[in-house]
């Protein structure tokens, strides 16, 4: 078994309209170990470092003027097969395409509202999570019912 880490942030609208108890529950109910939490409101330079990879997409200077506009919700979250699954949990990210039962399918409807960001792979996870992270504010630690867990 090969646990990993993948970073995921609730968005200014998630939080903004309440989401969060609903957003990290599907997180922790599907079995994942949250391993890192804070709520910050993200710096304009965190914010086009961590969307760095659409610096040149129109959408750019709008998205980095959203997520910066109020309080993230900030998670890392540990398990098998995590960045993959906590992709399929999030759902597509236009909301209007992502599958009900996903959390932008169930809770949004606009791609600038999508309420969630998920690493969309390992380097991209490793990435986020020094970003986002300093090592001393991550946790280990060995849930009381890991054995149920695992096998
Ligand atoms: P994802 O968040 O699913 O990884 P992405 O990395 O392609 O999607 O884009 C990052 C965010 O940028 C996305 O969650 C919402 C916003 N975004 C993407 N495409 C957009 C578009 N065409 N118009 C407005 N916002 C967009
Ligand atoms: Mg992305």
Redesign the pocket.
Known sequence: MTLERTFVAI?PDGVQRGLISEILGRFETKGFKLVGLKQLTPSKELAEKH?G??KD???FS??VDFITSGPVVAMVWEGEGVIASA?KL?G???PLEAEPGTIRGDLAVN??R?V???S?GPDTAAFEIDLWFQKNELVDWTPSDQSWRVE
């Open positions: 968005k969307y990879v659409h997409r129109p959408f709008g998205l992709r999030i597509a990210t236009k791609i600038g999508n969630i960001h998920g969309d």
